[in-house]
């Protein structure tokens, strides 16, 4: 039983170049979320999906975009990436309820140069 | 708007000693209230959660919290702390409502010293 799973865990991108970062889960959960943590800032929600093809913005989604097209999957892509988005992400799952709290991924690290 | 506060950037507590790092929140609704643990270089583990009943939860290895409706604080908690406690602390709050998302707290770094 894998949880959550990111890939890549690394990356280094130029600016401007273009990536998309893969959530995994195998845990049936129906919501998941994509957040980025900086240093003093904690967890800022980025995107979440609360089923199979729905997204929806949290508090930091410019400069982002997300698909949701399997229940397992939640992708976070980067169009045009910027130094601003040099961060670390992390990825959740959890089931419907609220009172279920989040299984996280182990992140990813980009640097954008 | 909801929000976490955790008033206290780092906490630092000698081995044996008890330790507590704070969290306030501010929600329109009944709470859900959370902490995370994080160590270096890791994603975030579960420790505990408030959801009803009991104002004192109990949770992974050793810690607690106790809830306090009127002063809104969910503080976390441990008799006796251990070098291996050290780590980056998370308090996160979610409303009873379909579809809400966890906010969290800016995290508190607790260092414990032998």
């Known amino acids: 039983n894998a949880g959550v799973t990111q890939t890549p865990k690394f990356r280094v991108l130029k600016t401007g170049q273009s990536m998309t970062l893969l959530c995994a889960q195998d845990?049936?959960?129906?919501?998941m979320y994509w957040y980025r943590q900086d240093p003093g800032m904690g967890l800022r929600l980025i995107h979440y999906?609360?089923?199979?093809?729905?997204?929806a913005k949290g508090e930091v989604p410019d400069g982002y975009n997300v698909s949701r097209l399997k229940k397992q999957n939640f992708l976070l892509g980067l169009e045009s990436a910027a130094p601003s988005q040099t961060s670390v992400y992390f990825c959740?799952?959890?089931?419907?309820?609220?009172?279920?709290?989040?299984?996280f991924g182990s992140g990813t690290r980009l640097t954008v140069v | 708007a909801q929000s976490v506060a955790q008033p206290e950037d780092q906490v630092n507590v000698a081995e044996g000693n008890p330790l507590t790092v704070k969290c306030t929140y501010s929600?329109?609704?009944?709470?859900?209230l959370f902490w995370y643990v994080q160590y270096p270089n890791r994603g975030l583990q579960f420790l505990l959660k408030?959801?009803?009943?009991?104002?004192l939860v109990k949770g992974s290895y050793g810690f607690e919290a106790e809830f306090n409706k009127s002063q809104t604080s969910f503080h976390l908690k441990k008799p006796s702390a251990l070098v291996s406690d050290s780590a980056l602390y998370f308090c996160?709050?979610?409303?009873?409502?379909?579809?809400?998302?966890?906010?969290f707290g800016k995290g508190t770094t607790l260092s414990v010293s032998s």
């Open positions: 959740a799952s959890s089931y419907s309820e609220v009172s279920y709290g989040y299984t």
């Open positions: 845990m049936n959960h129906e919501y």
């Open positions: 999906s609360v089923g199979e093809g729905t997204t």
């Open positions: 929600v329109s609704g009944n709470p859900y």
């Open positions: 408030y959801i009803t009943g009991d104002n």
């Open positions: 996160a709050v979610r409303v009873n409502q379909a579809g809400t998302a966890l906010i």
